[in-house]
């Protein structure tokens, strides 16, 4: 009988971050000279290294940059109530931003870009401006996409840890070690032994983790095509009101309890 995988869901007191050198240092401790967990991440470091070299980024093929990355893959991205009121604040003020934009941009459409002085001599055309804000107002609106999606679920420690495992699972390991691995990589940001949990007994059997990061990598992908066809709308019809990105948004949210869904 196939055990089910325990789903460990993310701490309700938002986690401190580990810094990388304190991260590193945790995590020298934990991997044991010889160990499945250590041979599985000198194997990623090698694939990551031969991939860095190939698109041109040597700076990134050492091992302390190859740390870092698996730290950046690894690591929460919220780590306190003030920083989550930051970015709270920031996309507040982006939404703010987005019908002033709009409002310049028809007034600039209305004079054809032309901006004249009070006494109506030496006016120039400003194109490159509208262009611009044309521009930004398709960017605000895509941020708005990803920031206002409705009825997203709590992350959990999976969720802080995907990429990296998306990662692993394209190397030449096997699924228990990945998983051993990427749970000793979660203990050093200070995740404890029982959040830990979820990569241990019965995981491999469930073929959760397999689902979970096809499920990723298929969001990944839809998002990427969901954005190229915004950008392409976009580019050919500027002016976009409100409740087309609220319907562009409801095309994100859908994709993303797609994602969820599958994920469980």
């Given at each position: 009988m196939r055990k089910k995988l325990q789903t460990v869901k993310a701490p309700k007191v938002i986690r401190e971050h580990v810094d990388f050198e304190t991260w590193k240092a945790n995590l020298a401790g934990l991997l044991k000279h010889g160990s499945a967990e250590l041979r599985a991440f000198q194997q990623w470091m090698t694939n990551h290294s031969e991939y860095f070299a190939q698109i041109g980024r040597p700076e990134l093929t050492n091992a302390n940059a190859l740390l870092e990355v698996a730290f950046e893959c690894t690591q929460p991205e919220i780590s306190s109530k003030e920083e989550l009121r930051r970015y709270e604040f920031a996309?507040?003020?982006?939404?703010?931003?987005?019908?002033?934009?709009?409002?310049?941009?028809?007034?600039?459409?209305?004079?054809?870009?032309?901006?004249?002085?009070?006494?109506?001599?030496?006016?120039?055309?400003?194109?490159?401006?509208?262009?611009?804000?044309?521009?930004?107002?398709?960017?605000?609106?895509?941020?708005?996409?990803?920031?206002?999606?409705?009825?997203?679920?709590?992350?959990?420690?999976?969720?802080?840890?995907?990429?990296?495992?998306?990662?692993?699972?394209?190397?030449?390991?096997?699924?228990?070690?990945?998983?051993?691995?990427?749970?000793?990589?979660?203990?050093?940001?200070?995740?404890?032994?029982?959040?830990?949990?979820?990569?241990?007994?019965?995981?491999?059997?469930?073929?959760?983790?397999?689902?979970?990061?096809?499920?990723?990598?298929?969001?990944?992908?839809?998002?990427k095509k969901t954005q190229e066809a915004f950008l392409a709308l976009q580019r050919k019809r500027p002016s976009r009101n409100s409740e087309e990105v609220q319907t562009l948004s409801k095309k994100f949210a859908e994709l993303m309890e797609d994602y969820d869904s599958k994920s469980k």
């Amino acid at each position: 009988m196939r055990k089910k995988l325990q789903t460990v869901k993310a701490p309700k007191v938002i986690r401190e971050h580990v810094d990388f050198e304190t991260w590193k240092a945790n995590l020298a401790g934990l991997l044991k000279h010889g160990s499945a967990e250590l041979r599985a991440f000198q194997q990623w470091m090698t694939n990551h290294s031969e991939y860095f070299a190939q698109i041109g980024r040597p700076e990134l093929t050492n091992a302390n940059a190859l740390l870092e990355v698996a730290f950046e893959c690894t690591q929460p991205e919220i780590s306190s109530k003030e920083e989550l009121r930051r970015y709270e604040f920031a996309a507040k003020k982006v939404r703010e931003l987005l019908p002033d934009i709009d409002t310049t941009i028809g007034a600039l459409r209305s004079t054809r870009s032309y901006l004249i002085p009070k006494d109506g001599m030496g006016g120039r055309r400003f194109d490159s401006l509208r262009r611009s804000l044309e521009k930004a107002a398709g960017q605000i609106r895509w941020a708005l996409i990803i920031t206002d999606r409705p009825n997203v679920r709590s992350a959990d420690i999976v969720d802080y840890c995907i990429t990296f495992l998306a990662s692993i699972f394209m190397c030449d390991v096997t699924e228990r070690d990945a998983l051993a691995l990427t749970s000793l990589l979660m203990k050093a940001h200070g995740f404890s032994d029982e959040e830990g949990t979820v990569f241990g007994t019965g995981a491999v059997e469930s073929g959760r983790f397999r689902k979970r990061v096809n499920a990723y990598k298929k969001a990944n992908s839809d998002i990427k095509k969901t954005q190229e066809a915004f950008l392409a709308l976009q580019r050919k019809r500027p002016s976009r009101n409100s409740e087309e990105v609220q319907t562009l948004s409801k095309k994100f949210a859908e994709l993303m309890e797609d994602y969820d869904s599958k994920s469980k």
